[in-house]
């Protein structure tokens, strides 16, 4: 019985660990946000000009496709989910597109 209690508890700690090295890097993806003047346009909680980003991880939440379309737009730009002013192309690469939108998306 102890021996059985002591694989689940190492399976537990394993499991742990590899949520949180699995983990969006918030303290990256808000510089890279900063950097990329994101927040002239967008806050975690508030409407500005586009949506809040919680309002996004909202939206998307359940959506296993959520972390590629929203990359994509965020690389291209877009208009008409939110209202009819568009967002921007933004100056991303591929991984720094994800981490934003794995950051915004951890936000519910």
Known sequence: MKQGMMVIAAAAA??????????????????????????????????????AYKDVAKKYKGDKEAVAKLSKKVITGGSGVWGSIPMPPNPVKEDEAKLLVEWILSLH
Request: proline share 3%; with cysteine; net charge positive.
């Open 14 to 51: 394993l499991g742990l660990a590899a949520h949180a090295s699995a983990a969006v890097d918030e303290a990256k993806a808000k510089s890279l946000a900063q950097a990329k003047n994101c927040f002239t346009c967008h806050a975690v909680d508030k409407k500005l000009v586009g949506p």
